[in-house]
């Protein structure tokens, strides 16, 4: 039975673009839209489960998946479709990774827009499959907003394009069913992007502040001012000792790094708004260098430098600062240590990024210093305590929905065949 | 229509049982009320002496999402539709009740339950109504934004239903870009919050996926609604510029660089020349609307934010262009009598025309451009500035503030007119539709042309983004009896709305679906419709909830009279 699956996935796809991982997983890739639903009607006919693989930037969940698996591969899907320079809207392959876009819209004076530099090694595809709260951007919104339209085959071999529209109103917003579903409702193939013309200027400043409290309320309140950034972070003073040195500002103060981006009045304009609310906060002008070097990172294809967080919480605005100190806490209290920055502000709040560190160790460690139980130990720590205080895990689900989304999967997939053991328990 | 599929009697006691004696009703007056909104199809029935042809079994009015929730769960297990109401706004006939069952009028589901001025979030009931709401956010110094011209007659409950838009939505959005999470009420009697934190939460935005269902997945009991700080200063300024075509590409540029204007309304030369003449004939010289004014106090010296609302929409001398579009038929043709505009309108592909050249010819004005924007003092000056700059450079002629004034001041009352036109015999309708800036003047030339076939009409451009636009074209059309203005109507949506959908724009920027679009939603859709049904049968196994709406066939449903709900492509939507 296997091996019909494979020779009918290769009948359609050309034996070069299947191969066999092990025994009941077979990797394909198929080249058009129409072979991946060709793709889904082979592995239906099976009775094999279909998994969405982009960039790969995270293992495929097949816990509880007891069937034969298709990897389906959107690698080869990484073509442009439509370039609308007037509508500013961008048809492209999901296959194609952010990186892979910007390289065809820079010569024109386009970009996708401000969101983290980090995620665009993702496939596009990916980055809409995936609800994170860090794929985020002041100026631009998140970036399932930039979604306008997306094609999609469904567990059935059907396809489905939800047409572009800049707004509608004409019942729910369809491709949301897509959004976020990590492949288990449907294989996007393509999406109609919204894109930006590269802005006239940016700014950059670099501020000290008393402390996190005081950097986050002068981020908001440039926000309610309507200052737009292109990029803001704050960082706690020990998160800016590693990164700046420890002579870049006292014990329990804070450095705010920020670039404005547009016209260049408005710009400009931006900037000002952000300095005088740190001003009102009780903050002072910090080296431009500060600035120059973390926009400078932001936008370098070198790896990040020194281990990756060890966790992430988000948190609305008015929790912020409680998550932080919480988190803070609650690290001091098993004898560790952290440094932490925050990130991606917009209403709707903010990310919080905490790394753990060796107190004696310096400024420079590259390699995490907590591992293994230990590493557990305070993290679950740390987690209980900032979710006391409002702030949440990403990747979690509101659980009292799962029947409905549970429901969801059977109405549209009744065998169950994409990507099963995703979004479950 | 069909009979009650429970005893009245047995579903008066349920209904009490749960809400008490007072809160129910069976009298024929109400049902008579609820059995309509404000589609203009269902008003040239009601012109001509029809009952309504669907009326509900019951009304109820809860008070809490529990109640709601009770409500449904005992429907379901009668077999009986339900159907939320709101303001009965709608102009689609969203709330007939085709299939009978019972309506929840939430209008007493109305408070303002919290406001978070940390947060920028407002946790508000479903049945308040929109002009409340705003008052007391605008008291407390916040603006949800969303300021639709039925602001005075619709609820929140009614704008999430049909992401609605409202006059600044440049700005501020549609309401469906301002939520933060519902409370519903789904099929199944269950209530869930569709809240995520952040967005933290994996799997696909349930807010979303409700918002626009128009009561068909659930009710909508209450909302978690993103805030701005109200404005300290708001800019207004009317331009003038050759063509639609040069002014939609003056928007175009202005959102693309980045800027975002509260208001931006282009009026086509048709509207543009029926804007101009005064009330009494002539041209307007702006300096009617003194006592609109008084309704409208200036800001206190000192304090920066403008009235968020004007007084009601209480102009017994202005009717606004549409008034003035029938009154051209009876002033403007001399020795036409009675039936002047009737004729007019009869003739509709030669008065577009015809109008269309004296406009040309009286104004030599082209089109008339209104800018407003808002918010932040310092930010708003800046943006304003860079604003009018381009719209100069893209070449529009800077009229000043005083055209921008008078639309302020008028922007309620307009669409409150429509009844004029209905007691003379015509009718009035309004297509809002959208597209991207590519196919935007195919989607202008081909529905005009579509309508303009059948009735006379004119547009204006407003909601604009970066990527796009809609347009919203008023139209009217005049035929000798009922069965006549019917076929012509259904004829006028149907050819507007296909060749909306062949040139690759929305049937709906945001008035919803409803009973009237219905049967252009597979055109909307088409293998997506399927994602509807899935969402259906998750959220609303037994087919309870308003059925016979956004084209979702009621499956066991008896053959109702003429349903247009069932209606294929073409239907027209009867209903
Ligand atoms: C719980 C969680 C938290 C994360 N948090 C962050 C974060 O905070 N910041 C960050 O930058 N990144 C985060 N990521 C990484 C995130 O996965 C990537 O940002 C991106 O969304 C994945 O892109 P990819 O191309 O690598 O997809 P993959 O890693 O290959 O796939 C990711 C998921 O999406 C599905 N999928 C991929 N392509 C498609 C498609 N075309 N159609 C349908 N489904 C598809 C896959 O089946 C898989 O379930 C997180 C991921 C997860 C799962
Ligand atoms: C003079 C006039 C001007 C208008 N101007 C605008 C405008 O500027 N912008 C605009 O967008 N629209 C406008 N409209 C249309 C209308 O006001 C909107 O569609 C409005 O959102 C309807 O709100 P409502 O409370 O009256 O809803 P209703 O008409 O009562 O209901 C509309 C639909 O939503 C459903 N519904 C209502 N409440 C709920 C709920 N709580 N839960 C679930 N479903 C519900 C109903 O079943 C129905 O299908 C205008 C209408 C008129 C008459």
């Known amino acids: 039975m296997t091996a019909a699956l494979r020779a009918d996935l290769e ?46 930037s995270r293992a495929p969940r097949l816990r509880g998946v007891d069937r034969s698996r298709v990897m389906v591969s959107t690698r080869r899907l990484d073509q442009v479709i439509h370039l609308d320079e007037t509508s500013l809207l961008c048809h492209v392959q999901a296959g194609l990774t952010g990186l ?39 100026r631009h919104g998140f970036f399932e907003d930039a979604v306008l339209g997306l094609s999609a085959v469904l567990a059935d071999g059907r396809t489905v394009h939800t047409r572009a529209a800049p707004r509608r109103a004409t019942g729910p917003d369809l491709a949301r069913a897509l959004c976020g579903s990590e492949g288990t409702l449907g294989l996007i193939t393509s999406v109609v992007l919204r894109i930006h013309r590269r802005p006239e200027a940016r700014f950059l400043a670099a501020f000290v502040l008393p402390g996190v409290d005081a950097a986050v309320a002068a981020t908001y309140l440039a926000l ?122 917009d209403a709707t709040g903010a990310v919080l990024f905490v790394t753990f560190v060796d107190p004696e160790a310096g400024p420079v460690a590259t390699a995490p210093v907590l591992t293994g139980a230990r590493e557990a130990a305070v993290r679950d720590a740390a987690l209980t305590a900032a979710r006391a205080a409002g702030g949440y895990l990403f990747g979690g689900r509101a659980r009292e929905l799962d029947p409905y989304l549970q429901a969801l999967r059977a109405a549209l997939d009744p065998d169950g065949l994409m990507n099963p053991g995703a979004l479950v328990g | 229509m069909a009979p009650p599929a429970v005893d009245p009697d047995r579903l008066r006691k349920e209904l009490e049982a749960i809400v008490g004696p007072r809160r129910v009703s069976m009298r024929p007056v109400d049902l008579d009320t609820y ?67 019972v309506t929840l009028d939430l209008k007493r589901m109305q408070a303002l339950r919290s406001v978070r001025g940390d947060e920028l979030i407002a946790d508000v009931e479903a049945g308040l109504s929109g002009e409340r709401f705003e008052r007391d956010l605008a008291r407390r110094g916040f603006t949800f934004g969303n300021f639709p011209s039925s602001i005075y007659c619709s609820t929140v409950g009614g704008w999430l239903a049909t992401r609605a838009a409202g006059q600044l939505s440049t700005k501020y959005g549609k309401v469906e870009d301002r939520v933060a999470g519902l409370t519903v009420v789904t099929g199944t009697g269950e209530l869930i919050d569709t809240d995520g934190p952040s967005r933290a939460l994996g799997g696909p935005s349930w807010t979303q996926l409700v918002l626009g269902s128009e009561g068909t997945l659930g009710v909508i009991t209450s909302a978690r609604l993103r805030l701005a700080p109200a404005p300290q200063l708001r800019v207004f300024r009317g331009f003038e510029v050759g063509s639609v075509a040069a002014g939609t590409e003056a928007i175009r540029r202005v959102l693309q660089r980045g800027l975002r204007p509260a208001v931006v309304r282009l009026y086509d030369e048709l509207d543009t020349f029926l804007n101009s003449l005064k009330p009494g004939g002539g041209h307007g010289d702006g300096r009617d609307d003194r006592r609109q004014h008084a309704f409208a106090p200036a800001p206190l010296p000192g304090e920066g934010a403008l009235p968020v609302l004007p007084g009601p929409p209480a102009s017994d001398r202005d009717d606004g262009p549409l008034r ?7 002033r403007g043709s001399r020795g036409l009598r009675q039936d002047a505009m009737g004729a007019l ?151 507007g709305l296909e060749a909306a959908t062949r040139v690759g724009g929305t049937i709906s920027h945001h008035h919803g679906v409803g009973l009237l679009k219905g049967p252009y939603m597979f055109g909307e859709h088409r293998e997506a419709m399927s994602l509807l049904h899935g969402l259906k049968r998750t959220l609303d196994p037994d087919d309870i909830m308003n059925p016979g709406k956004l084209g979702l066939v009621h499956p066991h449903a008896p053959e109702v009279d003429g349903s247009g709900g069932a209606g294929g492509p073409g239907g027209g939507g009867r209903p």
Request: hydrophobic share 45%; glycine share 10%; with cysteine.
């Open chain 1, 11 to 56: 009948q359609a796809l050309g034996a070069e673009h299947v191969a066999a991982e092990d025994a009941r997983e077979w990797r394909v890739s198929p080249g058009a839209a129409a072979e991946v639903a060709e793709v889904v009607r082979i592995a239906g006919r099976h009775g094999a489960a279909i998994i969405p693989v982009g960039s790969a």
């Open chain 1, 100 to 138: 892979g876009l910007e390289k065809v819209l820079t010569p024109r004076g386009l970009s996708i827009g401000d969101y983290p530099p980090s995620l665009l090694g993702s496939t596009l595809g990916g980055l809409v499959a995936v609800r994170t709260p860090g794929k985020s951007s002041a």
């Open chain 1, 224 to 345: 309610r001012e309507e200052a737009a950034t292109a990029g803001l972070r704050v960082l706690d003073a020990a998160e800016a000792a590693h990164w700046y040195g420890a002579a870049v500002c006292g014990d329990g103060e804070a450095v705010v790094v920020a670039a404005t981006a547009g016209p260049t009045d408005l710009a400009a304009c931006d900037r000002d708004l952000i300095t005088s609310a740190v001003r009102a906060e009780g903050g002072r002008d910090a080296d431009l260098a500060l600035a120059e070097t973390w926009w400078k990172r932001r936008h370098s294809a070198e790896p990040w430098p020194g281990p990756p967080p060890s966790f992430q919480l988000t948190a609305t605005p008015a929790r912020l600062c409680g998550a932080y100190h919480a988190v803070r806490g609650a690290v001091t209290a098993a004898g560790a240590a952290a440094r932490v920055h925050l990130s991606r502000f």
């Open chain 2, 35 to 101: 059995a309509r909104d404000m589609w203009p199809r269902l008003l040239l029935a009601r012109r001509a002496g029809a009952p309504p042809a669907h009326l509900p079994y019951a009304v109820v009015w809860p008070e809490s999402a529990r109640e709601v929730a009770s409500l449904v769960k005992r429907a379901r297990a009668l077999g009986v539709p339900i159907i939320p109401y709101g303001g009965g706004s709608g102009v689609c006939g969203g709330v007939v009740p085709v299939h009978g069952g």
């Open chain 2, 324 to 330: 003035r579009l029938l009154a051209l038929g009876r």
């Open chain 2, 345 to 495: 309108l009869s003739r509709p592909r030669a008065v577009n025309g015809l109008v269309g050249a004296v406009a040309e010819k009286l104004a030599r004005k082209g089109c008339r451009l209104i800018i407003g924007l808002e918010g932040a003092r310092i930010r708003t000056e800046i943006e304003a500035a860079l604003t009018f700059a381009e719209l100069e450079r893209a070449g529009c002629k800077d009229l000043g503030e005083e055209p921008g004034k008078q639309w302020l001041a008028h922007r309620y009352a307009v669409s409150y007119k429509m009844s004029p036109a209905f007691r003379d015999g015509a009718f009035v309708d309004t297509m809002e539709v959208a597209s991207s800036w590519e196919q935007l003047m195919d989607l202008y030339h081909s529905v005009r042309a579509a309508i303009g076939r059948h009735a006379v009409v004119m547009a204006h451009f407003s909601h604009a983004y970066p990527e796009g636009c809609s347009i919203y074209f008023t139209f009217a059309g005049h035929a000798d009896d009922r069965a006549g203005s019917e076929r012509l109507y259904d004829a006028i949506w149907r050819d």
